[in-house]
């Protein structure tokens, strides 16, 4: 199976940076990351964990791993101990302080070449006028890790996409704070 993630809005709290913070430390940051490497120009910013408009809980809690702009994960200390092996050579972990913790933002940068993508069966994906990529390509599970992370260009690298066995690694762990939507999108490339 192929997972599109999602953060899970309505159990979590919600991940955002301090906004005067990242932008008086990196002037020139844009948060259309385009799946292309920051780590040299990174800054650690300070980020937080709110109450967003979906949480339906009534106290605080704070998720594991939660997204941010663009497919972007954020993670633990936890997290990160669990899941840097088996995904570092997917992207690159950017550190973020939050409330005096050290998080990281994992930016994907494994973007799966075209023939990778079976996208005939592809339609459009349009909220409120913005073309968001499409929905219904097929992944090569043969070019797949197990544990794999990544994005797409037919997705318009809005989204992070990962294998079972991510998510296999994500429940094995007990992290919490994402939602694997199944995308059922799956091709062998030998067949």
């Not at 941010?68 to 993670?75: C, E, P, S, Y």
Request: with cysteine; aromatic share 12%; hydrophobic share 40%.
């Amino acid at each position: 199976m192929i997972y599109k993630l999602e953060a899970d809005f309505e159990n979590f709290y919600s991940f955002d940076f301090d906004i005067d913070d990242l932008l008086g430390k990196m002037p020139g940051y844009s948060q259309r990351f385009r799946a292309k490497p920051r780590l040299s120009e990174w800054v650690e910013p300070v980020g937080q964990f709110y109450r967003g408009e979906g949480f339906t809980g009534d106290l605080e809690k704070i998720p594991d791993i939660s997204i941010w702009a663009l497919g972007n994960l954020v993670i633990n200390e936890l997290a990160y101990e669990l899941l840097f092996e088996n995904i570092r050579d997917a992207g690159e972990f950017l550190p973020v302080m939050v409330g005096g913790d050290k998080y990281y933002m994992f930016n994907t940068l494994q973007v799966l070449n075209s023939d990778s993508v079976d996208s005939s069966s592809a339609v459009s994906v349009i909220d409120s006028g913005v073309h968001l990529g499409v929905s219904g390509v097929k992944v090569c599970k043969d070019l797949l890790s197990d544990v794999d992370i990544f994005k797409m260009k037919e997705e318009k690298l809005i989204h992070s996409f990962a294998t079972d066995g991510f998510k296999r690694l994500c429940e094995d762990g007990g992290l919490t704070g994402l939602n694997f939507l199944n995308v059922n999108g799956v091709f062998n490339e030998s067949v």
